[in-house]
């Protein structure tokens, strides 16, 4: 058996899957524990309109990535982050 340990839990390289849980457990809303997630395919963006944003600090080091959707715009995000200090949106 081929094993890889991956910060938490260990990876079977000849099967493609983990032989222990998920140390979130539950949490991770997965509710098969030794699965990597449920469906990989499931939060793709195939035309690239999705975008993501980054929050940095006063020092320029990012501490957040978050997505938004079209329906948002760098004010909403602004808004949700309103009490954070540094830049607000570093559009990628």
């Known amino acids: 058996m081929s094993l890889a340990y991956n910060r938490f839990r260990y990876y079977n390289t000849e099967t ?8 979130v457990g539950l949490n991770s809303r ?21 975008w993501n944003y980054v929050l ?9 990535h978050g997505r938004a959707s079209d329906n948002q715009s760098m004010k909403d995000v602004g808004r949700r982050h309103a009490k954070t200090n540094g830049t607000d949106g570093a559009r990628f």
Do not use: H, K, M, R
Not at 31 to 50: E, H, K, P, R, W
Not at 56 to 64: I, K, L, R, T
């Open 16 to 23: 493609g899957g983990y032989i222990s849980q998920d140390p």
């Open 56 to 64: 940095q600090d006063a020092n320029g080091d990012s501490y957040y």
């Open 30 to 50: 997965e509710y098969n524990l030794y699965a990597y997630v449920s469906d990989t395919n499931s939060i793709i963006d195939i035309f690239g309109l999705d």
